[in-house]
């Protein structure tokens, strides 16, 4: 397959899903939404048109912002540190981010627009209940005719809890609620094939399937703030191709990017949906939205069995287990030299696992003195990644 598109092919696909997406997520970073005084009230004024006018063309729209800590530092006037404290950033964060909806308000206000505040953490997500319900809430609030704001709850996130970047929390909102197209706002132009300042290096304008030599490219571009940079907004690109979606990463201060994206003017990148191996909501929670407690190493004929004929996971295929963890844990399947095959649900604790790899499943209750399922991991609860290429997710 060829990864990038030509310029009249990529057009012809950009538009035709710009016209077919009905439900839109925009992620705005903070390279974008700040100033050297703090929050751009001017940017956050033309984002508010914006999203106006996609909600107004028949679309429902959720805005996944960042800029409470910038907002809160040039309120506090505390000065940016290069190993800021965890507590220093938690309350920034709680100044910051009331200064932050206040004006998001007040922009959607002049344009007669009702909007919502959510601030997520991960262990939101990562319980299946909570999860649910905060996708019930934004349907509804879809249906009020209300455009969500969704950030991170930093004054509360712990920094083994939070999530990597508002990249991912954009792209695990963009498939929770099954939304057709992400776009990423920042401070870029576009994803280039080299270092945008060396001569032969090319813009990327469409991507049709995200792999490591499109990853690779990454690293040729940088943004002047945010914590997420190019590696994981492509990161984020890639889990919404994975659940049937699109995505597009270009210049969010631009004036009038949205409509110029829809009009069809050839402006960032854009990442087509992967739609030969889209996966479900419920299997989107299990390989993205769960961190895993633990990892089992499985056997050459066990992988070929995973990703070839999309069989459960038997103990006869483990070969070493990883971790401690309890039954139901989310676990990661890894081949022996580390690459990772999948995600899934173990149906037993490590120490079961310990006593029955490598054996068959008539064996399991005289080794265990119980048998409580056939499989490790049931094929309903497993995710394949495709192999040690997505291994960066």
Known sequence: MTLQLSLEEGLFQRQTLYDQARRVVVKVGSAVLTNDQGLDKGVVAQLARQLTFLKNSGREVILITSG?????????????????????????????????????????????????????????????????????????LFEFGVIPIINENDSVSAEELRFSDNDTLAALMTNMIGADMLLILTDVDCLYTGNPTEPGSQPVYTVARIDRSIEAMAGHTTSALGTGGMGAKIRAAKMVAACGGSSFIGPGKRPDILQALFSGELVGTFFLPDVSRAINQRKHWIAYVLRPEGELVVDTGAVHALVEKGTSLLPSGVIEVRGQFGMGAPVHCVDSEGGLIAAGLSNYAAADIVRIKGRQTTEIAAVLGHKDHDEVIHRDNLVLFGGSSLGSL
């Open 68 to 140: 409470a800590v910038a907002a809160g530092r040039r309120r506090l006037g505390k000065p940016k540190s290069a190993h800021e404290a965890l507590k220093i950033k938690q309350a920034l964060a709680a100044t910051g981010q009331g200064l932050l909806m206040q004006a998001y308000e007040q922009a959607f206000a002049r344009h007669n627009q009702e909007v919502a505040q959510l601030l997520l953490t991960h262990a939101d997500l990562s319980n299946r209940r909570r999860y649910l319900n905060i996708r019930n809430t934004l349907i509804t």
